[in-house]
């Protein structure tokens, strides 16, 4: 975010003016135009000001201030890339807090080992994982627990969970953090841990921004491998693909050498073909379109297994093994060998144009209803409307590999299933998606199908108690504790409903 100077002036605010870091708040109209707008460009909300801090205590300065001594109530918010779909990272009539402004200063990314824990990371909240992962291999490691997109604050993802195709091995980002520097909504500055201020630690984690801002978090590492045999199979048959997929997932030993190093999986729909079609070799893509044109609708299951030199002798023969016996259509095994960097950084890095919006819906779907869901939504929503075109994701993942005395909400039961719909629309034809997007939910409630949001949008707080269920009460309990006056990240709309 670009943060130029202008002084606040003519505004109820300005107490802040009062402050060390007066120099730092702005409200010039660049700033303010980019803090009030993210990724999904649905919500609009204006701040009254944008905070640049050069250090983490000036945020410190700033909550505690508001907390202990403002006459106004104000409202902050934490943003670092702006890769919310709904709003969640704004504060109208509050202060957006631009992480990104800290940069390197004090917590870069910090490689360090011990006995105890072997090789971690101190890594500053601000930090992206790409950043993350540059540093980290000059030392032979690299976290275990990635996004799919790396262009993504640390304190971003540990506030949600951070999921992609390692998390049913490795469990989601918040499973591998060791410790956390954290500044709480009473402007206090704490280190938390499981063995110290364990109830602040529990709660950050997947808490959605409601109890503090996270600075520096401690990350597990292990040793990074050199490359990747990439590989995605297509099936016709729904229960043929949910079966290897759960077989697939339950090899999941940290230290396991029979076991895949990600599952991920999609759905293949002739009008969403931009979305998958580039992974393919071009002289494949006409028979890929004759398939998916005789089934209308196909499901693809995407796997790696990681390599270095030590591993490259037998990586071959290791996967052949375990995708020996998979019921995927018969000739439609691709794969590729390519390096570690380049498959982590699939993705890429352009975010697509600045006039697309991104209405985007993401599921946590009990295994016991995966076949429910598949004809209710994919079947009788998706392809009848035939509106999807971006990438549609479907990947199943292991309850143990999740932390319960963490804020992250997820389905009761050993295996359940990530849904994403990753639309992307020009921004005058979003409603179109948010109304399918609606009426995949209700189809969800009207069937008994108890699904779960991830990155959630809700607005009511009985449906933020359904949301949390049995973790409802020590959220609130959390909240009354390190947040009392409901300051931290309001644009989540769990305690500031308005």
């Not at 709904?86 to 109208?92: I, L, P, T, V």
């Not at 295996?415 to 990753?422: A, H, I, P, Q």
């Amino acid at each position: 975010m670009a943060c130029q100077s202008k002084p606040l002036t003519n505004s109820p605010y300005d107490e802040l003016l009062s402050l060390p870091i007066a120099n730092d708040l702005h409200i010039d109209p660049e700033s303010i135009r980019e803090a009030s707008v993210d990724y999904g460009l649905i919500v609009r909300e204006i701040p009254l000001a944008v905070l640049c801090p050069s250090y983490p205590e000036d945020i410190a300065t700033l909550v505690a201030f508001v907390y202990n001594e403002s006459s106004v109530p104000l409202t902050i918010s934490a943003r670092g890339c702006g890769h919310s779909v709904h709003g969640q990272a704004m504060a109208r009539h509050g202060v957006v807090v631009d992480m990104t402004s800290l940069g390197d200063k004090q917590h870069g990314t910090t490689v360090l080992w011990s006995r105890s824990l072997g090789h971690y990371a101190d890594v500053g909240g601000q930090q992206l994982w790409i950043n993350v992962l540059e540093e980290t291999l000059k030392h032979g490691v690299a976290p275990v627990s990635w996004t799919d997109y790396l262009y993504l604050t640390v304190g971003g993802t540990l506030s949600n969970a951070g999921i992609s195709g390692e998390t049913f091995r490795y469990g989601p980002q918040i499973s591998n953090v060791y410790e956390m520097d954290v500044i709480t909504g009473t402007g206090h500055f704490l280190t938390c841990s499981p063995h110290k201020n364990p109830q602040l630690f529990y709660s950050v984690l997947g808490g959605l921004g409601q109890f503090g801002i996270i600075t520096r978090a401690r990350i597990a590492l292990g040793q990074a491998p050199k490359r990747a045999k990439w590989v995605r199979m297509l099936y016709s048959d729904f229960s043929a693909f949910t079966m290897d997929h759960e077989r697939l997932i339950s090899r999941n030993g940290r230290d396991q050498g029979e076991a895949l190093d990600y599952v991920e999986g999609m759905l293949v729909m002739r009008r969403n073909s931009d979305s998958w079609i580039s992974f393919f070799s071009p002289s494949d893509h006409q028979r890929l379109m004759s398939l998916v044109t005789e089934h209308q609708l196909l499901y693809c299951i995407e796997v790696a297994k990681f390599y270095d030199g030590s591993t490259q002798s037998t990586a071959d023969k290791d996967l052949e093994m375990i995708l020996k016996d998979l019921r995927h259509v018969p000739e439609f095994l691709f794969q590729k060998d390519v390096a570690y960097v380049d498959f982590l950084s699939r993705a890429g890095v352009e975010q697509g144009p600045q006039n697309e919006t991104h209405p985007w819906l993401n599921l946590f779907v009990p295994k016991s209803r995966i076949a429910d869901f598949n004809t209710g939504v994919f079947k009788n929503i998706v392809l009848k409307k035939n509106i999807t075109t971006g990438l549609v994701l479907i990947y199943p993942m292991n309850h143990d590999k999740w932390d319960d005395r963490m804020s992250a909400a997820i389905p009761d039961e050993d295996v359940f299933y990530t849904v994403g719909f990753l639309h992307s629309s020009g921004l005058g034809d979003w409603q179109e998606f948010d109304l399918q997007n609606k009426e995949v939910l209700l189809f969800c409630e009207d069937n008994g199908i108890k699904v779960k949001q991830y990155l959630p949008n809700y607005s009511t707080e009985r449906e933020w108690m359904e949301h949390f269920g049995p973790k409802w009460g020590t959220f609130q309990e959390s909240k009354a504790r390190f947040d009392p006056k409901i300051l931290l990240s309001p644009g989540q709309r769990i305690f500031n409903h308005n």
